[in-house]
């Protein structure tokens, strides 16, 4: 296994060490979406009232749309060699961009521990069938197992979290595999008519695309680029595309479509029941492996929460920052260890909170594709705010990720109550934030910004131009 110690920190990554293949890609987003998470989401469909096929081809669809779009995002990585919070400077400026960049940094350590804790009833539950009892300190001593070796493999960088997934990932494939034809074979599969109808059944289907459908890829963009930057230069936007956007896909609609399966028959939504009750005795050795699930996501939190705050113009080696988010997150987990109900009202909070990554995502897309058409100066991005041709603050497009967080909340129906929008409500429950919020924040950003910075290169040149005469002056 290669062990590399990655040294880069926000800087674009040289040609030199661009070595990751596609493959090494492939396992990477795979190995991320190959957890219990997915299988859970997946039962919301049927719990919604809807039928099992419809659950299957609305994740599908939504799916294919929301991994599309994070495909295009990881081709921006592809061609740039940049990470998805500096390449935030070209449209919030140079230190506007410290507004994502702080969210992203943030919340990711409070994904470390929801992810890690949420696991911890399925080990021990299968501990316990193995006669391995241990009450509280049980769920202490794997949490901390699970926290220390995540850890570890982030603070030793993207080369560590390459070679961890390319091996670890097809084993878990395999298992997860049988998994699926044993849930096929031995579960009491319902392919009767769903309950939901008419107003219901569409404000069904929306929640469902927000939750494990176009919301699920969504939520991947502000990660995208921090590791397609490792591609060879060599490698085609177009496999790079397809192979992200694939490996984003094929785990997410498996097993939310194989938690729809399950749930079909009544077996419920919990992790560790659903496994149990399915699969008996036999599941031992797979809720062991499903242990990788919570590992395989959050070595990437703990990497973008670093390269976060490196954008944040901390000045301290990377893997100093991944190991301080660490500890922070060990603190988030212990409180929810201790405090179970507190963690689910947590959870609730943290699912809801990704309403803010579509608007800025827009926003990104936005500058990049429609008013730079593709071509982005990339040395730009790393001048100093005195003199960024992209600016200091670009209050323009901080109101307009305002206007689209104002939007997407308001037609968003989350877990908690502060985060179920009036437009919501009134359109019986519906969820569109992910489309209201991205249409909202782009079009805005394009009408305060696009006409006076379209084509580009006439305001670099303006700029050029000025900075010449001050120094002549």
């Known amino acids: 296994m290669e062990s590399t110690f990655d040294v880069h920190g926000v800087e674009p990554v040289p040609e030199r060490d661009r070595t990751s293949t596609v493959g090494d890609q492939f396992w990477i987003w795979m190995g991320a979406n190959i957890a219990p998470i997915n299988w859970v989401l997946g039962t919301l469909g049927i719990t919604l009232g809807l039928s099992l096929l419809e659950t299957i081809v609305v994740i599908a669809v939504g799916n294919a749309i929301g991994c599309a779009i994070f495909g295009v995002f990881c081709v921006i990585g592809h061609r740039t060699g940049v990470n998805m919070m500096v390449l935030s400077r070209a449209a919030f400026g140079r230190r506007g961009a410290f507004v994502p960049a702080a969210v992203q940094f943030l919340l990711p350590m409070g994904w470390i521990g929801v992810n890690t804790w949420i696991v911890l009833d399925l080990a021990v539950a299968a501990l316990g069938e193995l006669g391995i009892e241990g009450g509280q300190g049980l769920r202490y001593a794997v949490a901390f197992t699970l926290m220390i070796a995540q850890c570890l493999i982030a603070v030793w960088g993207y080369y ?72 060879r230069p060599m490698t085609s936007d177009r496999r790079v595309f397809w192979v992200c956007g694939a490996a984003m896909f094929v785990p997410t609609v498996w097993l939310a479509a194989l938690g729809a399966v399950v749930a079909s028959g009544g077996a419920g939504s919990d992790p560790s029941d659903l496994v149990l009750t399915t699969f008996g005795v036999m599941a031992l050795p797979v809720l062991l492996l499903i242990l990788h699930g919570p590992i395989a996501t959050n070595i990437l939190n703990f990497y973008s929460c670093g390269l976060a705050a490196l954008t944040l113009g901390v000045r301290v080696a990377r893997w100093k920052v991944s190991l301080a988010a660490g500890v922070l997150a060990s603190g988030v987990l212990v409180a929810f260890i201790e405090a179970g109900d507190f963690a689910k009202s947590f959870d609730a909070w943290m699912v809801s909170l990704v309403v803010w990554i579509s608007p800025w995502a827009a926003i990104v897309a936005v500058e990049y594709f429609v008013i730079r058409r593709s071509k982005l100066d990339v040395a730009t991005l790393y001048e100093r705010e005195t003199r960024s041709k992209h600016g200091d603050v670009n209050w323009r497009a901080l109101f307009a990720l305002a206007a689209g967080l104002v939007s997407g909340w308001a037609w968003q129906f989350g877990l908690a109550p502060e985060f179920q929008g009036p437009l919501a409500k009134a359109f019986s429950n519906t969820d569109l934030s992910w489309l209201t919020g991205a249409v909202v924040a782009g079009g805005l950003y394009y009408l305060l910004c696009g006409r006076e910075r379209t084509p580009v290169e006439t305001r670099e040149r303006r700029f050029d131009e000025q900075r010449e005469l001050s120094r002549t002056v």
């Open 160 to 231: 560590a979290i390459r070679s961890f997934e390319r091996w670890t990932v097809p084993i878990t494939a395999l298992i997860m595999g049988v998994m699926s034809v044993l849930a096929v074979t031995q579960a009491d599969v319902s392919f009767a008519a769903g309950t939901a109808s008419g107003a219901e059944k569409f404000t069904a289907i929306t929640q469902l695309l927000t939750a494990i459908g176009v919301g699920w890829g969504i939520s991947w963009l502000v990660y995208a680029a921090d590791y397609s930057r490792f591609t």
